[in-house]
């Protein structure tokens, strides 16, 4: 109990006071509107106090940072030994390109490296495929073997700094291509840390960057995560993302629920399927989530989520180890929650989004720069979106101290109303069989276009606002924004590019290190050694990716609304 | 009954964002037109075979990758080598002021960009768009 019956007593009269001094004020000057709800549409009362969390306890619901369930944090020191990690996603056009704004933001203070790839990238295309023409290096780097990737982490120290890849399909190849470049410098692969986000369940739910069928899409992360945990044990294997099940249109809940289901699902894949014990391999199991506008919505769901993580490891899989049952994440504020419409006021956007982050404890963040809404982000406006990482960081003091939020009648009741209807969500996918289960029978996604239907006809109602959008438009607005443009020379210089390494490479020895592919998936090998083999020899992203489809089949997004 | 009017909705190329076509689908169903929806990564023939095949009022283009300047006008330029002049191709996303020219140039009907409200794309379906007899 947090509070003595004495106390709850008071509190219900003085309560009961103040409820009569609200009618007697409404009566006269009625509320601006009848219903106050999240961004998610999640009902909010007018006050919250003692009475709204008395159930909680204090050592089994809340303790301290480090301690089980980590609803304050997962270790105990918070920010003042480090800050979070300002981790700014980018690409663009060539892998020279890339290099450059990678060092431009290094030598801004950024302290990770974070990867956009281009669509045919992130499908497993190469560039000269019919199916990428119009799209390269569009709206990220464009990667068709390894000499792209030598010239993309040119005068990276990849001991060093830690790189993060936002790559799904093709994750178990451009991962081998971060090994091998590691490898070929002499760089121990022990010493590398990073993060591939190789989350497909996100995809086949939200993201739709789709290769395979579920079942092998799984299997290929079940092997990262056994190669990661035996070779590369600083690497994080997986990145459970639930910024994009948020971005289709997902609420908070939603969010959270279907993100720690996913997690769930691997876990017990990887057990099932490699036979590791939990503790080997779930420790470096990380997450990324979704910083949208509702300040307490989105804290309270980060604070949510660390407790429902730590529950569901010791209580479902046995877990034993402390660092099992920690969950770590990055975040990125919410692209979604954005204008075209008077551009500039996203950077308030993004500073509240990126506020709610840290006060929900994230260990690493991306805030969005002004002009991404209309095209790849400009030098200026990603160094303004950094600033205000850098400004809530070093000048406004919400890192002197842990999860100052905890012990707010109204954030502990809304982190306990989030996890209570998460869990009711997870229970759900159970009952479904799991989430690949779930998926193959269109649950997640039926639920998020449900969620995005509804808040667009809110929108259109002017039931939610987003400025300048429904509310204090500018009529005829000029955007006077400088837009980054890729010009068509991109694609036909990447094409010369994959050309010249095609030419030059020994085509037998490709030809073998794919047939070992080959092999290695249809005996259910672990894929990943044969891939590095492959990336050295100068296979490429898409001569690799035909061989999965090849043997595991293709998937066909079904179009479910 | 008057006959419904049939919409096509792809999203062509290798985006897949799709929040903006889905929602769309279901509000073209609400308002009484019947829609095909066929997911994410259509290359622009598989678009122009399902238009002809199902016989379509409109085809509706949503992409968000950048890839639209490339994508939309091959849309309809294939339908026009197949011969189809009747249906209409209108585009959706994040177009930039920069391309609105060139696509309409190109023999798009209309482009919808973020803000437009659903009912005002259902009104210009209404008020451009016929059932074919």
């Not at chain 1, 120290?157 to 081998?176: D, E, F, Q, R, Y």
């Not at chain 1, 190669?227 to 993302?241: D, E, L, Q, R």
């Not at chain 1, 998926?439 to 002017?462: M, N, T």
Request: include cysteine; aromatic fraction near 8%; charged fraction near 25%.
């Amino acid at each position: 109990m947090l509070f003595t019956q004495e106390l709850l007593d008071k509190s219900s009269l003085l309560r009961k006071k103040w409820e009569d001094e609200v009618k007697r004020v409404v009566a006269k000057n009625p509320d601006q509107k009848a219903n106050w709800s999240t961004v998610s549409d999640l009902d909010i009362k007018r006050i919250y106090g003692p009475e709204d969390i008395a159930g909680m306890d204090f050592e089994k619901d809340i303790a301290y940072p480090g301690q089980y369930p980590f609803l304050r944090g997962v270790q105990a020191t918070g920010y003042r030994g480090k800050y979070w990690t300002f981790r700014m996603f980018s690409g663009m056009g060539t892998a020279v390109t890339t290099n450059e704004r990678w060092h431009y933001l290094l030598n801004n203070g950024q302290t990770g490296l974070s990867t956009a790839f281009d669509f045919p990238t992130l499908m497993g295309y190469d560039t000269d495929s019919p199916k990428a023409k119009g799209e390269c290096g569009k709206c990220g780097v464009a990667i068709d073997t390894i000499e792209d990737f030598f010239d993309l982490t040119r005068g990276i120290p990849l001991g060093k700094v830690s790189t993060s890849m936002t790559i799904n399909p093709p994750a178990t190849i451009l991962w081998a291509m971060y090994c091998a470049t590691a490898d070929i410098q002499g760089i121990p692969l022990t010493q590398l840390s990073g993060t591939i986000q190789n989350d497909m369940l996100k995809e086949f739910i939200a993201q739709k960057t789709l290769m395979c069928p579920p079942d092998p899409s799984v299997k290929l992360i079940s092997d990262t995560i056994e190669f990661g945990t035996k070779y590369v044990p600083k690497w994080n294997t997986v990145s459970i993302s639930g910024y994009h099940i948020r971005e289709a249109g997902a609420t908070a809940v939603q969010e959270l629920a279907f993100t720690l289901r996913d997690g769930m699902e691997y876990v017990e894949d990887v057990i099932r399927r490699k036979g590791l014990p939990v503790d080997s391999f779930a420790p470096r199991l990380s997450f990324f989530f979704n910083s949208h506008i509702d300040f307490f919505e989105e804290i309270a769901k980060m604070r949510a989520a660390r407790r429902i993580w730590a529950k569901g490891m010791r209580e479902r899989y046995g877990s034993t180890d402390e660092r099992s049952w920690w969950l770590r994440f990055h975040t990125q504020t919410a692209g979604c929650s954005l204008t075209a419409q008077q551009p500039y006021n996203n950077v308030v956007r993004t500073a509240t989004e990126a506020l709610a982050a840290v006060l929900g404890g994230t260990a690493s963040l991306h805030t969005n720069s002004l002009d991404e809404v209309l095209c790849l982000p400009s030098d200026h406006a990603v160094q303004i979106a950094l600033r205000t990482q850098q400004i809530i960081a070093e000048e406004t003091g919400v890192v002197n101290t842990i999860d100052p939020l905890a012990g707010s009648y109204f954030v502990e009741a809304l982190t306990n109303e989030m996890e209570e209807k998460a869990w009711e969500y997870i229970h759900k996918i159970d009952e479904l069989g799991g989430m690949v289960a779930a998926i193959e029978k269109g649950f997640p996604q039926l639920e998020i276009s449900d969620a995005a239907y509804k808040f667009q006809r809110q929108i259109d109602a002017g039931e939610k606002v987003m400025i300048g959008v429904n509310k204090y438009n500018v009529e005829n607005e000029e955007v006077d924004i400088p837009l980054v443009e890729i010009d068509e020379t991109v694609e036909k210089e990447q094409l010369e590019r994959l050309a010249a390494v095609k030419r030059n490479r020994d085509s037998k020895r490709v030809k073998e290190c794919l047939e070992d592919i080959k092999k290695a998936c249809e005996k259910g090998e672990n894929v990943m050694p044969y891939c590095i083999e492959a990336v050295k020899a100068r296979a490429s992203v898409q001569e690799i990716c035909d061989v999965y489809r090849e043997v595991y089949g293709e998937y066909r997004d079904p179009g479910i609304y | 009954m008057a006959k419904k009017i049939r919409i096509l909705l792809a999203k062509p190329g290798l985006d897949g964002h799709d929040r903006g076509a889905k929602v769309l689908a279901r509000c073209f169903r609400d308002a009484g037109f019947e829609v095909i929806y066929t997911g994410c990564h259509n290359t622009p023939e598989q678009i122009v075979n399902a238009a002809i095949q199902e016989d379509v009022d409109m085809v509706g283009l949503s992409c968000l990758s950048g890839a639209h300047t490339y994508l939309y006008p091959e849309v309809v330029q294939q339908l026009r080598d197949r011969g189809v002049t009747d249906i209409p191709v209108v585009g959706g996303g994040i177009i930039p002021d920069r391309d609105m020219q060139p696509l309409y140039d190109a023999g798009l009907k209309a482009i919808f960009t973020p803000g437009a409200t659903l009912d005002s794309i259902v009104d210009w379906i209404n008020n451009n768009i016929a059932a074919k007899e």
